[in-house]
């Protein structure tokens, strides 16, 4: 049956509780949560319910849309699933085996990883609960308590970075219990410095994420400022939204920061380890996050199948994941300038379309950066060496190009005037 798994989680059961917490922004499933999906027996149940994004729709300052296919030569998607489904989903899986034991409103105060001591804080109890482990997994997100503890240790190397950009949640609700917009793309609203997206929902909704740089937020302080920016920049989303549910979602709260976290090594000799957002914590805007976080069990999966020594193998993870968990956190960076500024520009429409003719006609030799991440799985630092190469290819084909058109032109004129 296995090993003796504890499950301690900061949040009640989701499954019981009348009011989630957390994020409600839906997730971007592919091809690497897949696959770890599909290895516990899960991804169908979760198709099931998801709802495929074919591309991304996008909205100009006029409000007319247009499409760019994520995958117009194999026809591949991803899919929006919502937090809720997918946590349920998971926990129902997890009830399944009497070897696994979930703890819920356990929020970890302390923990001594060298012994495998933790402590627990719970509501309504003063007293701190004690447990201990013989290997303690963190997965507990961005601001990691476990991995606060791995700081300390000699020898862990670990930088985090704000970015200048804040965001919001709003909602464009279903109507007469449809969509108000086509539900299988997801929607950007590009703007140079900002945007804004949403993803389809299971009730018909659509969760809207507004990303804008602190300043920007700062210069909205009433109710006609709110509306007036709407009106100037997202113009077709106002009456989607509401100006009376945009005003209240708006100004409900403060737009919350994003972070980047890049550490290693992931583990502490064979007493602790981190995963998913606690060891490669991500902005939002290349949609892998949760596929990341994934893929790290698949890879760990394989590698204690090889019976090696828990120190070993806790070891040989650390080295083979954290160059592509730098690399991910690299191309998040850059997709959120490439959803705020360059899909709108004709210079990306043009690259785009030359991937496109150049993956139909030579597939096995020619794998677009998107269709690599998102597509495969291929290791995150070979997309990014992948698209290097394939920068200088295309370069030095243009040099060439004009090198030969130059010559030719030349030739022309001095046979004709000489």
């Known amino acids: 049956m296995g090993n003796e798994v504890h499950l301690y989680e900061y949040r009640e059961d989701i499954r019981t509780a009348q009011l989630v917490q957390g994020r409600s922004i839906n997730l971007a499933l592919s091809q690497r949560g ?42 591949q998607c991803l899919y929006s699933v919502g937090r809720k489904q997918l946590n349920e989903l998971l926990l129902n899986a997890c009830d399944a085996f009497p070897n696994i034991h979930c703890h819920f409103e356990h929020k970890l105060a302390t923990a001594n990883i060298r012994e495998g001591q933790m ?36 020898g862990f190397n670990y930088s985090q970075e704000y970015i200048n950009t804040g965001y919001l949640e709003l909602c464009i609700p279903a109507k007469n219990g449809e969509f108000q917009m086509p539900a299988n793309y ?91 957002d606690a060891a490669h914590s991500m902005v939002p805007y290349y949609g892998q996050g949760m596929n990341a976080g994934m893929e790290d069990v698949t890879l760990l999966t394989s590698i204690l199948d090889q019976q090696l020594p828990l120190d070993v193998a806790l070891a040989q993870f650390t080295e083979s994941r954290w160059k592509d968990a730098f690399a991910i956190c690299d191309l998040a960076m850059y997709n959120y300038v490439e959803m705020r500024d360059l899909t709108k520009r004709l210079s990306f429409r043009c690259r785009k379309w030359l991937d496109t003719t150049l993956f139909r006609l030579f ?15 291929m290791p995150y630092s070979q997309c990014i060496a992948n698209r290097q190469w394939q920068d200088k290819f295309l370069n030095k084909a243009l040099s060439f190009t004009l090198l030969t058109s130059f010559l030719i032109g030349g030739a022309f004129y001095a046979r004709r005037f000489r």
């Open 119 to 154: 402590q627990f804080k719970v509501p309504k109890e003063q007293e701190l609960i004690s447990t201990s482990a013989d290997l303690i997994v963190g997965c507990d997100g961005a601001f990691s308590t476990l991995r606060q503890h791995l700081v300390r240790t000699p």
């Open 34 to 75: 897949r696959k770890a999906l599909a290895a516990v027996g899960l991804e169908q149940k979760v198709l099931a319910t998801a709802i495929p994004m074919r591309g991304r729709m996008l909205h100009n300052v006029r409000g007319r849309t247009s499409i760019v296919l994520y995958d117009p030569c194999t026809q």
């Open 363 to 377: 597939p096995r030799f020619w794998v677009p950066l998107y269709n690599s991440v998102s597509f495969s799985s």
């Open 186 to 276: 997801l929607h950007i609203w590009p703007r140079d410095s900002f945007m804004m997206i949403a993803l389809p929902n299971q009730d018909k909704s659509f969760t809207v994420t507004l990303s804008m740089p602190f300043e920007v937020f700062e210069k909205i302080k009433t109710h006609q400022q709110l509306l007036d920016f709407f009106r100037q920049h997202y113009v077709d989303a106002l009456p989607l939204i509401g100006e009376e549910q945009l005003i209240k979602d708006f100004f409900k709260t403060r737009p919350q920061h994003l972070m980047s976290v890049k550490c290693k090594p992931y583990h502490f000799a064979d007493k602790a380890l981190i995963l998913g």
